[in-house]
């Protein structure tokens, strides 16, 4: 298992960057995937990015050309780099990871989330 801490959110103008980050207790290279999900008030909680031990990336349409998630192994830490960021991405952002068994089951682990909020 593992333990994940999300830091980075803050106030930030429509337009604007912020950097999150997602530090791991453990090997982030032993892990499945990690990924981003946010939660806006009201709403589902959403996958926002996700990265495999592989590097392979996704992205929600909403975010892409905008977001860029990305690791740093020897950090134990995954970021998300938001740049022109819009109001609608207001909400709690959540680190994620997922570690699969022998058996392909997932398990996840969640991090506390980080607010982040654009104003208009």
């Known amino acids: 298992q593992v333990q994940l801490v999300e830091s980075g959110g803050g106030l930030v103008q429509a337009g604007g960057s912020l950097r999150l980050s997602c530090a791991a207790s453990?090997?982030?290279?032993?892990?499945?995937?990690m990924a981003w999900y946010r939660q806006a008030p009201g709403k589902q909680r959403e996958l926002v990015a996700d990265?495999?031990?592989?590097?392979?990336?996704t992205y929600a349409d909403s975010v892409k050309g905008r977001f860029t998630i990305s690791r740093d192994n020897a950090k134990n830490t995954v970021y998300l780099q938001m740049n022109s960021l819009k109001p609608e991405d207001t909400a709690v952002y959540y680190c994620?990871?997922?570690?699969?068994?022998?058996?392909?089951?997932?398990?996840?682990?969640w991090g506390q989330g980080t607010q982040v909020t654009v104003s208009s």
């Open positions: 994620n990871a997922r570690i699969r068994d022998v058996w392909n089951r997932p398990n996840d682990y």
């Open positions: 453990r090997s982030i290279g032993s892990i499945n995937a």
């Open positions: 990265i495999t031990n592989g590097d392979s990336t």
